[in-house]
């Protein structure tokens, strides 16, 4: 186990030392993290609530932070270029994670197509119903990307290198919240970006 839990620690620094330079982005993965773990207090009596929370607040504050506020051109802190960053990514690099997030966005779709899914549900019959299916859609796809992902790191790489990922998405909100608690301080601060290495574990 000791192994499981080194390589855990190497994914977490890499993601962090790599994708997480500016204090907006640190900032919103804080809000982030927060409301995962509101979705997964929720998930327990209602699993569509929670898939609505995970995707429009949690998902998209995240994902704003990598897009736009991230910097995407050479890495001076890690002396690495934009394009060595994207091609040893573990998880969802840029390319891969707006794949995901167009598959999101289309899946509602398919319930204007087909409001039984294929028999999966009963036609809503109003707009708190179409939204529950919604819900239930979209944790499909967020669970349904974990699994892809780790099945593609199980032949890609190896078993340990895939279930240690998933584990690092299922606990990252908790280790965000660890990490980028004095973000928004730091930004009221005026300090925009991490402009050194953290250590390494």
Not at 70 to 92: F, L, S
Not at 108 to 132: N, Q, R
Request: glycine fraction near 6%.
């Amino acid at each position: 186990m000791s192994g499981f839990f080194n390589e855990l620690k190497v994914q977490r620094w890499d993601d962090h030392r790599y994708y997480h330079h500016s204090k907006v982005n640190q900032s919103l993965h804080l809000l982030s993290a927060l409301s995962f773990l509101c979705a997964y207090l929720v998930a327990f009596s209602d699993p569509a609530m929670a898939a609505l929370i995970g995707w429009l607040v949690a998902m998209t504050s995240r994902q704003i932070g990598h897009l736009f506020f991230e910097p995407r051109g050479y890495d001076q802190v890690n002396q690495a270029t934009d394009e060595y960053k994207e091609e040893i990514k573990v998880g969802y690099n840029i390319r891969r994670k707006l794949v995901l997030l167009a598959l999101w966005a289309a899946s509602p779709l398919l319930l204007i197509a087909d409001p039984t899914l294929l028999g999966m549900f009963t036609p809503h019959a109003g707009m708190g119903e179409l939204v529950t299916h919604v819900g239930e859609l979209w944790l499909a796809v967020g669970l349904g990307g974990i699994a892809f992902r780790s099945v593609q790191l199980f032949i890609l790489k190896d078993v340990r290198t895939g279930l240690v990922w998933a584990t690092k998405i299922a606990t990252d909100p908790f280790h965000d919240i660890k990490l980028y608690h004095r973000a928004p301080l730091e930004l009221l601060r005026r300090r925009r970006e991490d402009r050194e290495l953290p250590a390494r574990p």
